[in-house]
């Protein structure tokens, strides 16, 4: 398959990053564009402006570095759970819109490139596959700070409320990414206002 273009002023924005790094921005270009089944280590390694044993240098596999660039995505979604909960201490609601805000904010971009989750999963297909694993791993520790954040909020029914909630912030994704859905954020937090307040007025 072939490579997509490389984004406008990539080049030289790459060209200073250190070799590691440079792979990792190489792959994500790619894995994104293709998926991270149809991409191989030479691809990467060109995009990258290296060579293959350079890049086996720094990820002795491709699964290596499938892993670390997902857990690179996955602690970017952690971080931005740290940084709502410190905002809002002690507000689990507020928490829970200021989640669903950041993934409404980040959608024009997931329309432009997708999902990294999404489009890795398909590839993974492989059950106990690391990258896998880890995507698997991550969501569970995203339920369940979610769940912790209705209970604080005083829904009547927290954990069914962040299952919930969980399919309206994946399904955003996937809606905006297929252009299923107009006004995907606008929606996503009418959505999650309506599982809270439901919630809460339920207890």
Same mark, same amino acid.
């Given at each position: 398959? @072939?490579?997509?273009?490389?984004?406008?002023?990539?080049?030289?924005?790459?060209?200073? =990053?250190?070799?590691?790094?440079? #792979?990792?921005?190489?792959?994500?270009?790619?894995?994104?564009?293709?998926?991270?089944?149809?991409?191989?280590?030479?691809?990467?390694?060109?995009?990258?402006?290296?060579?293959?044993?350079?890049?086996?240098?720094?990820?002795?596999?491709?699964?290596? &570095?499938?892993?670390?660039? &997902?857990? #690179?995505?996955?602690?970017?979604?952690?971080?931005?759970?740290?940084? !709502?909960?410190?905002?809002?201490?002690?507000?689990?609601? *507020?928490?829970?819109?200021? !989640?669903?805000?950041?993934?409404?904010?980040?959608?024009?971009?997931?329309?432009?490139?997708?999902?990294?989750?999404?489009?890795? #999963?398909?590839?993974?297909?492989?059950?106990?596959?690391?990258?896998?694993? =880890? #995507?698997?791993?991550?969501? !569970?520790?995203?339920?369940?700070?979610?769940? *912790?954040?209705?209970?604080?909020?005083?829904?009547?029914?927290?954990?069914?409320?962040?299952?919930?909630? @969980?399919?309206? =912030?994946?399904?955003?994704?996937?809606?905006?990414?297929?252009?299923?859905?107009?006004?995907?954020?606008?929606? =996503?937090?009418?959505?999650?206002?309506? !599982?809270?307040?439901?919630?809460? @007025?339920?207890?």
């Amino acid at each position: 398959m @072939t490579s997509s273009p490389p984004r406008p002023g990539r080049d030289s924005r790459v060209a200073r =990053l250190p070799p590691r790094e440079r #792979i990792l921005d190489a792959a994500e270009e790619l894995f994104l564009s293709e998926g991270v089944k149809a991409v191989g280590v030479q691809a990467i390694a060109e995009r990258a402006n290296t060579t293959k044993t350079a890049l086996y240098r720094h990820f002795a596999t491709k699964d290596a &570095l499938i892993e670390e660039w &997902l857990r #690179i995505v996955a602690a970017g979604y952690t971080a931005a759970f740290d940084r !709502v909960e410190a905002e809002h201490p002690d507000d689990g609601r *507020a928490q829970v819109l200021a !989640v669903a805000r950041f993934v409404a904010d980040g959608l024009p971009d997931i329309v432009r490139r997708g999902c990294p989750f999404v489009n890795s #999963i398909a590839g993974l297909t492989e059950p106990g596959h690391p990258a896998r694993r =880890l #995507i698997e791993s991550h969501k !569970v520790r995203q339920r369940d700070r979610l769940t *912790a954040m209705c209970e604080q909020a005083g829904v009547a029914a927290p954990d069914d409320a962040s299952a919930e909630l @969980t399919f309206l =912030l994946e399904g955003a994704q996937v809606s905006a990414q297929n252009g299923s859905v107009d006004r995907a954020g606008d929606r =996503l937090m009418a959505a999650v206002r309506g !599982v809270l307040d439901r919630g809460t @007025t339920t207890g």
